[in-house]
T-cell receptor, first 111, second 113 residues
């Protein structure tokens, strides 16, 4: 079983739609959680950190459920520019700042 | 954008040849990392460095070595390249204290024939 699992998609949604991505992680002793975004043939870039209380950045909302070992990302009012692969990332405790990446969920926003 | 460059950006080589990839940063960050990215696997950590001459292995370190003689440079060497090492290689950096955010370089696309 992978340590960080994501639905690979692809998710094809129309502009303006709301889309949600889920991610589960296997190690309960996890410390930090992130969503990264990766455009085609580009490097990953931090989208947002995920906090236990949940956090929002404009159209993006991230949630963390430690009891269920589950992370989510919600994108409201999708834009064409949101088309990318979204990577769920977990830092496990005691791992010297090592991050474990999910395989990513591919999103295409259609006009 | 964080000041991270990787060289070369693209390389085609033959099985059995040595290959060195370079990561250069201008941010004076303490931590540097090498990842490989393959379809279906996501990014996997090869080696990382927590200071000059301080390095450690990651998840997929077999067949790779690293060196860090200066804060700004982190080299990844494939001593004898194999076709299974065909991949996209990303370097990343993170600050020394108080944050776990990693910033990635543009990547090197390596093909081993």
């Amino acid at each position: 079983r992978k340590e960080v699992e994501q639905d690979p998609g692809p998710f094809n949604v129309p502009e303006g739609a709301t889309v949600a991505f889920n991610c589960t992680y296997s190690n309960s002793a996890s410390q930090s959680f992130f969503w990264y975004r990766q455009d085609c043939r580009k490097e990953p870039k931090l989208l947002m950190s995920v906090y236990s209380s949940g956090n929002e950045d404009g159209r993006f909302t991230a949630q963390l459920n430690r009891a269920s070992q589950y992370i989510s990302l919600l994108i409201r009012d999708s834009k064409l520019s949101d088309s990318a692969t979204y990577l769920c990332v977990v830092q496990f405790s005691g791992s010297a700042r090592q991050l474990t990446f999910g395989s990513g969920t591919q999103l295409t926003v259609l006009p | 954008d964080a000041g991270i460059t990787q060289s070369p950006r693209h390389k085609v080589t033959e099985t059995g040849t040595p290959v060195t990839l370079r990561c250069h940063q201008t941010e004076n960050h303490r931590y540097m990392y090498w990842y490989r990215q393959d379809p279906g696997h996501g990014l996997r950590l090869i080696h990382y460095s927590y200071g000059v001459k301080d390095t450690d292995k990651g998840e997929v370190s077999d067949g790779y070595s690293v060196s860090r003689s200066k804060t700004e440079d982190f080299l990844l060497t494939l001593e004898s390249a194999t076709s299974s090492q065909t991949s996209v290689y990303f370097c990343a950096i993170s600050e020394s204290e108080g944050t776990d955010t990693q910033y990635f370089g543009p990547g090197t696309r390596l093909t081993v024939l």
